[in-house]
């Protein structure tokens, strides 16, 4: 079996950072937070990297891509858009944006075969967490149709401003059981509140699991997702606003018994960006980290190398 390859989301519009968050040079040599997690996926074995991005952005992340990891890593892009949907389920005209992760994750399926990992642009994750997932995907027979390597609530925060989690509930050999999106998570007054899809206001203790877009997935898991896209077109395909992200789509299948997913807890510390004024605090870890051994100087010189 080939070793599998990762998927990373780089279409985001970045609204709240006010900059593209996928190709912000964070690093010494320019590196962005998507660079470290090419980084650490390619020393724990994945084999090539595929990037969604937005067709407006395509040229400026290949150049990106090219100048950081350069020849090293077999890499592939593919496009987000809002009119890549089934036949039948025209976008609306006053729709800007596409759909969320999990229409994401669909247009790259065509470039990916059997197990792969899928994480996003702009979180860190730390070398360990690709190390767990590799693992996992690399079995034979793969453990379970999914994975996710999950993070404690509290260690996911942003400085200023709200943010978006899936709060997990397991069960058994932390085999996940629902996973819940919860929007505008921020401390407030010592305590940590979000908002649920309908609105209501929930408040969380800070040790909860959540995930951070890091999965590794089988075919069956997409297959799914894909019938799953087109039901919810169905509903929601006028709507200008709603998204079909991933952790929606895994929760639903997990609760229908349709999947397993296995969560592996991340033993490093994440960290990314959110809002504008996480950007020195991301510069200032990513030095330490370096400082530190844990990522080498230039990555550009790493690359070349050989990871």
Partial sequence: MSAPPL?????????????LKQLDPLGPAGESIMDYNVFDAARAGF?????????????????????????????SFVHQTLDQVPEGFPPPPERARPWGTGQAVLCARDEVTGPFAVCNADDLYGADAFRQLFRHLNAEPCPTEAAMVGYRLADTLSGEGGVARGICVMGKDRLLQRMTEVREIRRVEGWIEGSEPDGEIVELEGNETVSMNLWGFTSPVVDLMGRQFVRFLGRWGADTAAEFPLSTAISEQVELGAVRVAVLQGRDDWFGVTHASDREEAVAELRARIDAGRYPESLPEAFVRGV
């Avoid at 998927?7 to 900059?19: F, Q, W």
């Fill in 47 to 75: 084999s090539r990297v595929v990037f969604v991005v937005r067709p407006e952005i395509d040229a400026l992340v290949r150049e990106h891509v090219a100048s950081i990891v350069g020849e090293r890593l077999p890499v």
């Fill in 7 to 19: 998927v990373v989301l780089a279409a985001g519009l970045s609204t709240r950072y006010g900059r």
